[in-house]
Structure formats: structure tokens, C-alpha cells
DNA sequence: GGGCTTTCGCTACGACCCGTAGCGTAATGC
DNA sequence: GCATTACGCTACGGGTCGTAGCGAAAGCCC
């Protein structure tokens, strides 16, 4: 072996030998997660991951390269959670998601990988694909299903000729100001902030007030 | 000694013996950011800083808990850097915050100490009070200037009886949006993306176009 | 100058984690 | 049964951690 991989493709097809025991990789996932908000990522370490797997440590050198790769495999496995039920409305929809992403923020295991990670991925190319590929990609769905559905009610103008970059603008601001508040700013996003935000959101700053 | 921070205070006044070292300190904290860019988080270790600094291992730690705290000052030297000069206008004004704000932030110390520190401190409540007096409460000073210009200007209403929420609301807007862009989208904060960020904030999604 | 106090650079230390190698064993496909 | 791969286990050299102890240096105060 040396693909240095997860499991994952069960067994990758004409391929001899014991395969890879997928139990140990949701082992592996949970047990980091599990150290993550014990210990944070400094005082995360792969020998106590696997102990508390029930694992060979070497077992998890095997699938991962390195402490990154695995927080931020751990990490991918939290964001899946998030879905879109669609509100009936723009702002009951942004209010929604916003109030979601927090709650998923809120989990402890959350924010101290997704900090560490993007810290790490900062001097390191391939984490940062790692990290578009597993995570940022996959959630951006969520602003395109919102786009979609406020477009059909008439909410807001479709210009289907540009439709790319202003995803990518929404993104951030939605994702960048509801990480910033409980991670940076340490202060709790809750019904009241989510209605303010989404309010600022959709009317600006010259109708919202200052 | 047990103090265990900076010399600062400039021989803390009624002490005796022999004062800390203040270039000792700018040398550490600069030799801090140098390895940060080079090594990343992870890969800093206090003795190398030690070493770049032309000092002892010993003399980091009389001064500094550990590698959280001394990352922690380190980043607040670099974002005092940022003023608000008066652009006329409160979209210039904004623009303008954002532009500066991203080019510190491309600076790759800023990116990594910043993630990596705000990651330590979600186990960390000692650290998370730092951040806040060190960095986040010295930098609100902008959007609480940029607001009373604006107010003065009669650009947005002037709400002088609750003034506190809005400004903790736009800073984790404005901030979040830059560092998510950055960060964790990994793309660059132009005077395209300025502008169009910008626009948003200040009209809405409704009037904008999503 | 003499004495007191504190910091300085240096060295050494036990403890821990790293990431890998080597072994014998277990679980598959042919 | 045989080849192949993953598994658990042990052991290893190398590096960092954070602290302790030492003599020397640099300030204050008399």
C-alpha cells in the first residue's frame, strides 16, 4: 500500500488483499474529534487519536499523512450535517442557515478544527485544495439552492448572465461574519442577531441604520 | 520575577535589579513573525525563536506562558498598523478599511498567527480575553469612527440611542466577509470584490441583485 | 565605590511526541 | 493453499518541551 488514503472507495476495485477496515476510519474520525475538544489542536496528538480509536497508531499513518489531514477529514464529516429547508421566504431562508452554521459553530470540536485547520493551510498548498475540495465546495450548494429558490418568488433580480462571482461574494459574507461573531468576537449568534444580520443583509446599511 | 509578560511598563516603577531588556522584546516578537511565515504554526518552536532573536530559550519564557501568548503579541504589533483616513464619503470609507485591512491580511504572518491563535483560544479562556484587549477591542475604533463620520455626513440615521449592537454587527460583517474571502475561500480581495462587497453592505441583496 | 536585586546567557535534564521500521498474524481474492 | 494487503505490537533515533541551576552583567540606592 501507499495511497495514504481513507478507505473510502471500499476496496478500490480489482484490488487483492485484506482491505481497509471502514470501522477503524469512523473510529479514527470520531476519536479526533473527541481529542479535538479535549484537548485543542496543539494538544491533540495521532498516538492518543489512535488510543482513544482502539487503533494501531501506525494504522493511522497509513490513511493519513498528518495531524491536518485527519482534522480536517474529521471536520468534513461535521459540515455534511448542514441542509436548506426551504422557509417560504429570502430572509426566513438566510435566517435559517445563518442560525444553522451557528449551531454547528457552537460545537466545540467545530471551531477549534476549523480554525486550525485554515491556520495550517495558510503555508500549505495542498491542505488548501484539501480544505476547497472536502468542505468550502460542498457548501456553497447552500447559497446557490437559496439564490435559486428567491429568484422563482421574484425576491431579488435574476441575472442568470453573471450568476458566479456574487455566489462566491454571499458566501463570504454570510459564512465570514457568522464564523467572525463566535470565534473572533466570541459572542453567541441567536435569533435576535441572525434577524439584525439578515435585516443589514437585505436592505443595507443606508436603510438598516448605522 | 514571576510577572511573566513584556517588559512594557518600562521598569514597572518602584523595582529594583536589573530592567528587562526592551529590544529583547521587539527582537522576540519580531523574530516571531519571521518564523511564523517560514514555519507556519505548528512548525514554531520557542527555541528557534529564541535563536533568530539572538537570545536564550529562558528569557521567551520569563516573559511569555507559551507559544499562544507570544503569537498573540506578535499579531496585535501588526493589525495596530491600520488607520481610517477620510475618504469623503461613507462607501470610500468602507472600501477603503476593506482594502487595508486585506493587505495586512495577506501578509503571511497575519494569516497564520490570526487562525492559529483564535483556534487556541476556543479552549482557551485566558487567551480568548487577550485576543479581545489586545486585538478585537483596538480595532472596533474603525467601524465606531467610520459610523460618526458617516451619521455626521447624514448618510445613514442617526440611531444615538442604541449605538452598541450595530457596531459589533457591521465589524464581524466587515471583518468576517474580508478574512472568509481570504482565508478560508482563498481568494484575493481586489478593488473589483471591494467594490461589489461594498455595494452589498450598503444597498442589500434586494436592491444589489443576488 | 559597595551592596542589593533582578535579568541575562548558558548548560543540562527528564519527559513526551514524532514518524518509521520490522515482526508475526489476520483477512481477503484467486 | 497461495499471494497480497492490512492489522496490532514493539522498538527506535531524533526533536521539542519547560524547568533548574550556575556565574556574570546591569541597573538602583546608600
Request: aromatic fraction near 4%; hydrophobic fraction near 45%; charge should be neutral.
Amino acid at each position: 500500500m501507499q495511497s495514504r488514503t481513507p478507505a473510502g472507495g471500499r476496496t478500490p476495485a480489482g484490488r487483492t488483499g485484506r482491505p481497509r477496515s471502514a470501522a477503524a476510519d469512523a473510529a479514527i474520525l470520531a476519536a479526533t474529534r473527541e481529542a479535538l475538544v479535549e484537548l485543542g489542536w496543539s494538544g491533540l496528538t495521532l498516538g492518543d487519536v489512535a488510543l482513544r480509536a482502539g487503533v494501531a497508531k501506525t494504522t493511522v499513518y497509513r490513511r493519513w499523512q498528518g495531524k491536518s489531514e485527519l482534522v480536517t477529514d474529521a471536520l468534513a464529516t461535521l459540515f455534511d450535517e448542514l441542509v436548506l429547508p426551504d422557509r417560504g421566504s429570502l430572509r426566513a431562508d438566510i435566517e435559517g442557515v445563518v442560525l444553522q452554521f451557528a449551531r454547528l459553530l457552537e460545537q466545540p470540536a467545530t471551531k477549534t478544527a476549523l480554525m486550525a485547520v485554515v491556520a495550517e493551510a495558510t503555508h500549505d498548498e495542498a491542505l488548501r485544495g484539501r480544505i476547497r475540495e472536502k468542505i468550502v465546495g460542498r457548501q456553497k450548494r447552500l447559497v446557490v439552492e437559496g439564490r435559486r429558490r428567491a429568484q422563482q418568488r421574484g425576491e431579488i433580480p435574476d441575472d442568470s448572465t453573471d450568476p458566479g462571482p456574487q455566489i462566491d461574494l454571499i458566501f463570504d459574507v454570510i459564512a465570514g461574519a457568522v464564523v467572525h461573531r463566535t470565534l473572533v468576537s466570541c459572542e453567541p449568534v441567536d435569533t435576535d442577531w441572525a434577524a439584525r444580520f439578515t435585516t443589514v443583509l437585505l436592505d443595507g446599511l443606508a436603510v438598516a441604520g448605522g
